[in-house]
């Protein structure tokens, strides 16, 4: 075969093998951060990845579920995994930190009991075989972004910035097996490829207060107050999230963090696909930069 | 025609009691080739024993079975009795009729049935047994240790001193191991190197003792008794018998800022060096790695200012063979794996140093003098914080076993500190406090009660930098976890402690076994600590788990003993319980078609290969062969012979056939 045809074939290959790529919003991405689901589906025209969405999809039980029964807090995201099975997808992203994780979870647990696996089944009405592979948005960006991201940047991001993974993105090791637990990088590393510099604290993977948002605003101002004046004291323009609850922790309740600190902390909340995307050349608009809170003067 | 002797024994009540000894007697006595048949009440006795013996004399028996308690109990006592009356041992059999029958069943006719059915069986067993002697190896009356630490001196220093020749390799330029590198000891604070150098010195002028240092192992071959073993000598670069260890080499190397392994990496040193003033022996070497000749072809700083011409660049590795009969291996132990947790911040954080690093920094000969010092600044640190089980205990993210000696060295740390600063403060995060050994538990308690650690039962989160303080923070969980945070000036890790370095390939190049961490591995943990599962290799120090001087020191000198009775004999006796290959006159010489599965099967590399070969010198045919110095008679091969041409001594198929089959023939 000539080597022009074989690497016109492969790229058709590769073409097929993107548009396979299933995509599981979740409810967070439909509502209080539909900024996330916009700037996720406009950086993946950017790069030419195609996402299939899972059909009927339903909530993944969040963090309520699994505080109130053991079955439904599986049920719920295995029937998420078995409809990805259904239409016939390989691998589905996960945007939202948290439905990445209850997903991941089900996943693991049932792979561990067949018992369970049986009994989940029965519940759900559907088979189940565990196959699919849960990509959350940086694995995602590591896999089709990494190579091409810098040839493609027109506006480089150069700002200091934080990068702030949260509990629910590496945690726990044993279940999801993604970076390092205690020190993650794949977000300083894509950061890097579109000129930001990640800057190094202490508060990477500490909580924000996560759930509580509503219920215990007070906790919530704490912790995310303590890591935002952190990152802040470093020196951060910007804190880059891959998470909807940690976007509204540190964005939405800021008046609250602010009043915990007796400070104004005016640093912005980009999620990683909205700063990839500036440096990509899109629009705030397309990026859905105006929903935020506190306003984004990086532009 | 056999003549077999059957005595049962009553066992005072433990047989009888259950058991109908008399009728087993009589019921044997019916057995085909059963020439002489008695019960007694203490068959173990003098009495019973000479029994055996006047029956074994008149009745010119050719076997004996007695029903007994468990062989492992009375074999060789009976067997003995045999060989004084002149029979073979090995025609002697013992029927378990106590452990395997009387102990276990209620008294009856089924009872008395399965002890007459058990002593048939041994019956048939010896109607076909051989007569075996046993086997007798040459030994090579000299020892090599293989690590020159304080397990590998007190070693050699044991043995040598038991009158026997040693060789001791060390792969360092100097001897001393991790001890050299300590400051003060627990639980009595005395200086190691006051203690150890002495010994160092003994070791390289004891007379039996042969000192390779920069030496590594190459291979071993042959087996207990009779070791070759291949030894490499790394090229010094310097000739010992020219060098005056003046010092000049090392003062005039350009190569200064190498960090010193000795120090930990807290000091540097240069190419061409002595690893410490108190190193033996205390002439320098090159390390090539770093040497500008070595490297850039160009240099020669050390040739042209050495006053003797003791420099000698570009002489190969030496590879020298040794003939010695024991090895005890003392390789010792490693204490890195600060990635098990890049929270900590090491390798970040200049301050954010390992236990061993604290040792040089607390250490009279280290970098500091002895004064506490931080890395980064040099200033002396006002808070301290010492995290004990960093790696260790943890299963998730670092290793799930007990370094074991950190909760002694982090205690003395702790103290050593407060001695040397005293309006310092220290804090150790700890999960429990392990302090079993001698005056241990009291020395944690002097640290806390008298020299003021504050130990905080918790594990360290995280550590990271603010305003120039490492904010170390954690979890007091005898508080109801309540978080804390400290603003430390140094924070010291007490990492794990792994195996050393290559020790998977030392294992596979002696062919002994270790556990999932690399660890050496005893041949029983309890009752055969310092023996291998090869034998003639033995094994001391940390090589074997992480372990505290004490501890080291024991095992060195247990497993010197064992070299010592090793090397008491004339020659090595065995039991002939051992793996043969038949062999049979010409054409075929043996079943035996050379296929060498048993090779493969061999956990004790015992087989070896003979040729048979006619006048002329031509080779016939290829047998396996079996080295009676190694074989331990588990009978693997046998199992995996495809020609059925192996036989265990004393189990031979054969006999175990017969054995079984007596079962079904009554």
């Not at chain 1, 719920?76 to 997808?89: C, D, K, M, S, Y």
């Not at chain 2, 007379?207 to 790394?234: C, H």
């Not at chain 2, 660890?519 to 940390?542: C, D, M, Q, R, S």
Request: one cysteine or more.
């Amino acid at each position: 075969m000539p080597l022009r045809q074989y690497f016109l074939e492969l790229k058709i290959n590769e073409r097929i093998y993107k548009m396979n790529i299933g995509f599981y919003p979740g409810c967070s991405l439909k509502g209080s951060s539909k900024e996330y689901n916009e700037s996720v589906l406009a950086l993946g025209k950017a790069l030419d990845i195609e996402f299939e969405e899972i059909k009927d999809w339903n909530c993944c039980g969040a963090s309520s579920a699994h505080a109130l029964s053991k079955e439904l807090s599986l049920s719920l995201p295995a029937r998420v995994l078995a409809l990805a099975e259904q239409q016939g997808l390989k691998e589905i992203v996960v945007p939202c930190a948290a439905c990445y994780n209850r997903l991941s979870t089900t996943q693991y647990e049932l792979a561990q009991n067949e018992e369970l696996r049986e009994e989940i089944a029965k519940i759900i009405d559907m088979s189940y075989k565990g196959g699919v592979k849960i990509l959350n948005v940086l694995q995602l960006l590591q896999r089709f972004a990494s190579d091409v991201i810098e040839s493609k940047v027109v506006k480089p991001f150069s700002h200091q910035v934080a990068c702030y993974y949260g509990c629910l993105l590496v945690r726990p090791h044993k279940i999801l097996q993604f970076d390092q637990v205690e020190n993650p990088q794949i977000m300083d590393l894509l950061m890097s490829k579109i000129g930001a510099t990640p800057i190094d604290w202490a508060f990477k993977t500490e909580c924000c207060g996560g759930g509580f948002s509503v219920s215990r605003t007070d906790i919530v101002s704490k912790l995310s107050g303590n890591l935002l004046k952190d990152a802040v004291d470093r020196g951060a323009k910007a804190i880059i999230v891959a998470c909807p609850m940690c976007h509204s922790n540190l964005d939405m309740r800021r008046p609250e963090i602010n009043e915990y600190l007796n400070a104004n902390i005016e640093v912005p909340v980009l999620y990683i696909t909205q700063a990839i995307g500036l440096a990509l050349g899109l629009s705030p608009e397309a990026l859905g930069l105006e929903r935020h809170f506190v306003p984004v003067s990086l532009i | 025609m056999s003549k077999i002797g059957v005595f049962i024994c009553h066992c005072g009540e433990n047989i009888s009691g259950t058991v109908d000894c008399e009728k087993v007697a009589t019921e044997l006595s019916k057995v085909e080739g059963v020439a002489y048949s008695t019960d007694y009440k203490y068959m173990c006795s003098d009495p019973g024993q000479t029994l055996i013996k006047e029956a074994i004399k008149t009745h010119h028996l050719t076997g004996v079975v007695v029903g007994s308690c468990s062989p492992r109990m009375h074999e060789v006592t009976f067997r003995k009795a045999c060989a004084e009356a002149g029979l073979n041992p090995y025609m002697c059999e013992i029927a378990n009729l106590r452990e395997h029958c009387s102990w276990v069943h209620e008294k009856g006719e089924a009872t008395t049935e399965k002890a007459i059915s058990l002593v048939t069986m041994l019956v048939e067993k010896v109607k076909k047994n051989k007569p075996l002697t046993s086997i007798q190896v040459p030994i090579t009356k000299k020892a090599l240790v293989i690590g020159g630490g304080i397990a590998g001196i007190q070693a050699s220093l044991d043995i040598a001193n038991c009158g026997h020749q040693v060789i001791l390799i060390e792969k360092d330029p100097s001897i001393g191991g991790h001890m050299s590198q300590l400051s003060e000891t627990f639980p009595t604070l005395d200086c190691s190197q006051c203690i150890l150098t002495p010994r160092m010195v003994e070791v390289a002028q004891h007379p039996n003792i042969t000192l390779y240092t920069y030496a590594e192992l190459e291979k071993v071959e042959g087996s207990i008794g009779n070791f070759q073993a291949t030894i490499r000598l790394k090229a010094k670069s310097v000739d010992p018998k020219l060098c005056t260890a003046c010092g000049l080499c090392s003062s005039k190397c350009p190569q200064k800022k190498i960090p010193s392994e000795f120090n930990a990496g807290l000091g540097t040193r240069t190419a061409i060096y002595v690893p410490f003033p108190q190193a033996v022996p205390n002439k320098p070497v090159i390390d090539k790695e770093h040497c500008n000749y070595y490297q850039k072809g160009k240099c020669q700083v050390c040739q042209k200012n050495c006053p003797t011409g003791a420099i000698e660049f570009d002489k190969p590795d030496e590879l020298i063979t040794e003939a010695v009969g024991a090895i005890v291996v003392t390789t010792g132990f490693n204490v890195l794996g600060t990635d098990f947790f890049p929270e900590y911040g090491y390798g970040k954080y200049k301050d954010v140093i390992t236990g061993l690093q604290f040792e040089r920094l607390a250490s009279a000969s280290g970098p500091t003098l002895g004064e506490i010092r931080r890395p980064s600044d040099g200033q002396i640190p006002k808070k301290i914080v010492f995290i004990a089980c960093a790696g260790s205990r943890d299963p998730a993210k670092g290793i799930p076993y007990c370094s074991k000696i950190c909760c002694m060295y982090t205690a003395k740390h702790a103290m050593l500190y407060q001695h040397k600063v005293h309006e310092g403060e220290s804090y150790v995060f700890y999960m429990d406090i392990r302090a079993g050994g001698k005056n241990y538990e009291e020395f944690v308690r002097r640290a806390i009660e008298e020299d003021g650690v504050n130990y905080v039962r918790g594990r360290v989160a995280r550590v990271y930098e603010k305003n120039g303080k490492l904010i170390v923070k954690g979890v007091d969980t005898l508080l109801a976890g309540a978080q804390v945070e400290i603003e430390a000036d140094m924070v010291v890790l007490a990492t794990a402690g792994v195996s050393n370095q290559g020790a998977e390939q030392l294992a596979q190049k002696m062919h002994i076994s270790y556990d999932p961490y690399k660890f050496f591995a005893e041949a029983h943990p309890k009752l055969k600590p310092v023996e291998t599962n090869t034998a003639g290799i033995f094994l001391a120090g940390a090589c074997q788990a992480p372990k505290d001087i004490p501890d080291t020191v024991g095992t060195a000198s247990g497993a010197a003993v064992k070299v010592a009775c090793l090397f008491s004999q004339a020659q090595l006796i065995r039991e002939p319980l051992i793996a043969v290959v038949n062999r049979s006159g010409p054409p075929s010489f043996s079943t035996c078609v050379g296929c060498f599965m048993c090779e493969t099967a061999c956990p004790y590399h015992a087989i070896e290969r003979e040729e048979i070969k006619n006048r002329n010198g031509e080779v016939l045919k290829v047998v396996a062969k079996v080295n009676p110095g190694l074989c331990q008679g588990c009978g693997t091969c046998v199992a995996f012979c495809r020609s059925k041409s192996i036989d265990i001594q004393g189990y031979s198929n054969e006999e175990m056939y017969a054995e079984v089959m007596s079962l079904f023939n009554n």
